[in-house]
Nanobody
Framework: QVHLAESGGGLVQAGDSLRLSCAASEHVFTEHAMAWFRQAPGKEREFVAAISALGNTHYANSVKARFTISRDDAKNTVYLQMNSLKPEDTSVYYC???????????????WGRGTQVTISS
């Protein structure tokens, strides 16, 4: 059974850092690209960052140089290190797994339930 579980969200102030984690079922992690998306109230789900099975990464322009995606194959976990957080980063953050290294939600087959990140100004 495919399972993705996010953790690490919370309420922080602008300029602070957070690290999100996504623990994955082994057979998902080793065969798929992993990504983070986010969705704010009333907005569409948007791409944040992705990492391929080989470790190639891609970021949305809005988070480039502030966020870093990484994966620990031994722990079946993908991380999103978020620095210099801004109020506009406030969203529910979702972990996703897909067979291709892609930027669109429809291209990811498996999703976690999300973790809330709130940045106060």
């Amino acid at each position: 059974q495919v399972h993705l579980a996010e953790s690490g969200g919370g309420l922080v102030q602008a300029g602070d850092s957070l690290r999100l984690s996504c623990a994955a079922s082994e057979h998902v992690f080793t065969e798929h690209a992993m990504a983070w998306f986010r969705q704010a109230p009333g907005k569409e789900r948007e791409f944040v960052a992705a990492i391929s099975a080989l470790g190639n990464t891609h970021y949305a322009n809005s988070v480039k140089a502030r966020f870093t995606i990484s994966r620990d194959d031994a722990k079946n976990t993908v991380y999103l290190q978020m620095n210099s957080l801004k109020p506009e980063d406030t969203s529910v953050y979702y972990c996703a797994a897909g067979s291709t290294f892609a930027l669109f939600p429809a291209q990811y087959a498996y999703w976690g339930r999300g973790t809330q990140v709130t940045i106060s100004s």
